[in-house]
């Protein structure tokens, strides 16, 4: 079991920046996948960013250039840098992490979501 907490956050200006943290505990795997998703009402969630525990990152064309995704001193904490701030990045915000064990099993859990609304 493994709980996923956000924070981080807000309402800022166009051009402006937020950090977003996401912190795991219970049973997290040696090998995962953290990585940050956002949800617009009456659209689907989509990738923001994500990293693996070998330190890999993956962005949306959308942020690339913007936001960088980052782990903590503790491996199970993640950060996502967000710069340069535009209105269509505000939405829900919710921390992802993929569990991966041996043969390729894998778990994923999800956090409650952080809002994060830009304005123009």
């Known amino acids: 079991q493994v709980q996923l907490v956000e924070a981080g956050g807000g309402l800022v200006q166009a051009g402006g920046s937020l950090r977003l943290s996401c912190a795991a505990s219970?049973?997290?795997?040696?090998?995962?996948?953290m990585g940050w998703y956002r949800q617009v009402p009456g659209n689907q969630r989509e990738l923001v960013a994500t990293?693996?525990?070998?330190?890999?990152?993956n962005y949306a064309d959308s942020v690339k250039g913007r936001f960088t995704i980052s782990r903590g001193n503790a491996k199970n904490t993640v950060y996502l840098q967000m710069n340069s701030l535009k209105p269509e990045d505000t939405g829900a915000y919710y921390c992802?992490?993929?569990?991966?064990?041996?043969?390729?099993?894998?778990?994923?859990?999800w956090g409650q979501g952080t809002q994060v609304t830009v304005s123009s």
């Open positions: 992802h992490l993929g569990n991966i064990y041996a043969l390729g099993q894998k778990s994923d859990y």
């Open positions: 219970g049973s997290i795997s040696r090998s995962n996948v």
């Open positions: 990293i693996t525990s070998a330190g890999s990152t």
